[in-house]
């Protein structure tokens, strides 16, 4: 194929594949169900801490919640305005709703009997109880009656149905008691409803505690509705109560107004969540045993058909267990996690003063991108100084934000506020129509106006889900653009439990795109033309749709292709048609999808190069990565000079692969060009797609199958290996933050060309054929060492292989395989020494060749000329180790790998 025929999508030309037939895409709700299903897991996995299950219970409920406001809710607005155009997959709204009701019951009931079968139970026997009231003692009784009678019962309000009251407005997501009631004993049941007060403890603690297994105190409760509906007499006094009937329900949050003809933004969304307190119900959640004749006066009353009814056992809420989370018992619980500042952005001590100074973030920045890690890295000691440093600093001319999602206590906005009263010209962006967040970005805007900052409220018809800053510096060569290019929120407090990642860079040409995207929020168009960012909606399908079509068209020549992209949801139909068509080009792709993923992966002639991982795990994985190998592998010979491919590609920022982030909101990706850097984004993606703890991999049914450990394989769980890597960084002063070492990344993707090793088996001739990137396929691990990180790093010894966690013997005696050897000691004993042909014969001693390849005249020459820096260490998985400059110990499979180590190490 001749190269100027450019990129264009790939036909197969030896088999019959129409990608417009729905069988080949996966439901978008059907599919997000399916991540919920991965979520209750969490909570029914029993090799999980019992409070970390528990807050799993909780989590599920939220989602829950979420996904009925706003997928529900959605599709019901669908239905009512008659809409029957079929998505992608074929269903119509009716369809799809009837779909997710079916598949979310038994969800439901599956949470309920985790509670009711296991957890309940479990937390019983560590002390911790759940009682019923009616397993009280008569004193324990008395006890909540007057807890009722004093702090409950005046702040509740009974709202009666009858002939003189309406039926009462029920709020969303709010518990509530239907009480029916009678004065004569043959009248009709009057209907009251009584709110389960959200302003008192849901969890009402029981004085008079029992004892813990480990005969400790322990601790009772019993739950806020138990003590309302068990002292109803005192409320409802002189009658008789009938019946007693605990209910929820879910509002649909999927409200919207015409932006093209609304005056006021900040009035219309105002307008909007009010009108959201009153939506049309989506959803009635009663008791098991609820009486049919309460359950129809609801569903009559709220207009809902009985699929839309879910009799449920056990809680109706479990959002509030997450209190208990709060208890103090470390031996329930996780190892804890504090977030690391980064090396190369802590304050340095300055001795001569005795005081604490901050090192200039901008020179450290200019001298090097730096790549933050969230939750790994400290958002307060990184994100949030760069702003403080910015705010304060005389040589600071403009600072510029773009704010989704902040805290109620925002430090960010703090230093905006700090920056425009030291003078600096401020420009914010907030998205006030951030679902669930409106109310909370109304009031920081009011807030920056009030301090004379030019505030954009948004963009029509488009949502800024951009998370960059830009700071406008004048330096003694000019002035200086020094950009933050991110994947999660401007956020202290999801950032300590959101995986995302933050480059910082002074690179010019971003800084210049940025001031492009920032006139766009406050000017009136937006540039389509852009140096280096991908910027939504008007560059960044294209450009990635000619990654994938570059792709295909090195596979379709012969060349390896690889794509590995790490989003949080792939829903765009073009997409996952690109994907298909280069899938059936030859292209080998990982997709690393935490949720919704349309693409079905395993289908003959299809999809056989596709697979699809998801990770659940203590943190939610937020991070959006991009790899395309882009002909990286080829042969120097292969290679156009002009640069138009050859040179593998990276990338990082805030979008997913669906279609309201590629076509209706203002994103913005960042390509990732350093190489230590790179590296970084290397490591992660290969922890994600070999995590055996808390990886699973999808079926072309829309399933997913957890990903387990063979037996004697070492758990690898990418989070905590994550955690003890950056936490080992931080003790070394490692300034790339996160170190990159683990036999479970072992080096398949590529950060730079792998050129050398080609032109060496070009020019010898191998007999076999075998090209470097053959001969290291099963990857060579970039800085791979057996350190386990610092003492209060978690469950180091669960992520590392058997060589890592406990060297042997042998090992421990002449110290090999120790991240840092101590007492002074530079290098290793004579027993390490064996890097001499006597190691390496023993290595290569049943390879079948008949001469030894490690001997010394067949050494490369790097191995030959650096003899004292490498060595055969006793290892199983590796057959060669580097010595470093700094004393560690990096590890690799082949000659080619270990020579191109100490090439780039000692020249």
Known sequence: MDET?????????????????????????????????????????DRQPLLERVRFLSLFTKNMDEFFMKRVGGLKQQIDADVTERTVDGRTPREQLTAVLEKARPMFRAQASCYLEAVRGALAAEGIRVRDYGDLTADQRGRMREYFRESVLPTLTPL????????????NLSLSLAVMTRREARADPTFTRVKIPQNRPRL??????????????????????????????????????????LFRLTRNAEVRRNEEVAEDLIDMIEEVIEQRRFATVVRLEVEEDAPEAVVDLLAEQLALSDEEVFRLPGLLDYRELLSLTDLDRPDLKLDSWTPRPHPRLERDATPAVGADRAADVFSEIRRDDVLLH???????????????????????????????????????????????????????????????????????????????????????????????????REEDDGVQLYSHVATGNYHSETAKGYVDLGLLTADRDVGQDLVKVFNFFTGPSLDEEFRKLLIAPVTMREELTECIRREAWHARNGRDARIVVKVNGLEDPQMVEELYRASMAGVDIDLVVRDICRLRPGLDGVTENVTVHSVVGRFLEHSRIFY????????????????????????????????????????AVAPVEDRELREQLRFVLELATNDNRKRWTMNADGTYDQCHPTDGEPVVEMQRILMDRTAAAAENGDGRGVRTDHPAAPGELLVEPRRDGDERDEESGAADGESDADADADGSPDDADTGTGTADAPGTADNVTPDAAAPSAEADATGTGRADLGDGVDGPDESE??????????????????????????????????????????????????????????????????????????G
């Open 833 to 906: 020494k064996r890097s001499d042909a006597s190691r390496a014969d023993e290595t290569d001693a049943g390879s079948g060749s008949d001469s030894d390849p490690n001997s010394g005249a067949d050494l490369p020459p790097a191995m030959r000329e650096h003899g004292d820096r490498w060595y055969v260490p006793d290892s199983d998985h590796y057959a060669y180790a580097v010595r470093t400059p700094d004393g560690d110990r990096r590890y690799r499979k082949t000659r080619e790998a270990t020579e191109e180590l100490l090439a780039r190490y000692y």
């Open 204 to 245: 009402v603690e029981v004085r008079g505690n029992g004892e813990g297994r480990d005969g400790s105190e322990g601790v009772e409760y019993v739950l806020l509705e138990d003590v309302v509906r068990s002292n109803l007499d005192l409320l409802f006094p002189n009658v008789e109560i009938v019946d007693t009937t």
């Open 628 to 667: 395309f190998e882009n002909g990286a592998s080829a042969a120097p010979s292969q290679v156009p000079d002009d640069g138009e491919w050859g040179e593998p590609e990276w990338y990082v920022g805030s979008a997913d692969w669906m279609t309201r982030n590629l076509d209706k909101r203002v994103e």
């Open 374 to 472: 969230h939750p790994y890295h400290s958002f307060d000691d990184t994100v949030q100084r760069f702003l403080d440093e910015a705010a304060n600093d005389p040589d600071v001319l403009a600072i510029k934000a773009a704010i989704y999602r902040t805290a109620s206590d925002s430090q960010v906005i703090q230093s905006l506020i700090d920056a425009a009263e030291n003078g600096k010209q401020v420009a914010v962006m907030v998205e006030l129509k951030a679902r669930f967040d409106e109310r909370n970005n109304v009031e920081w805007v009011r807030r920056l106006e009030e301090e004379g900052i030019h505030v954009a409220y948004g963009t029509i018809g488009l949502k800024t889900h951009t998370k960059t800053a830009l700071v406008v």
């Open 5 to 45: 025929d450019g990129y264009a999508p790939y036909e197969p030309a030896d088999r019959d594949v129409d990608l417009t037939d729905p069988t080949y895409y996966l439901n978008r709700e059907l599919s997000e169900l399916e991540f919920q299903r991965r979520v209750l897991h969490e909570a029914v996995d």
């Open 160 to 171: 009666a149905f009858d002939p003189a009251h309406p039926f009462p407005f029920i709020s």
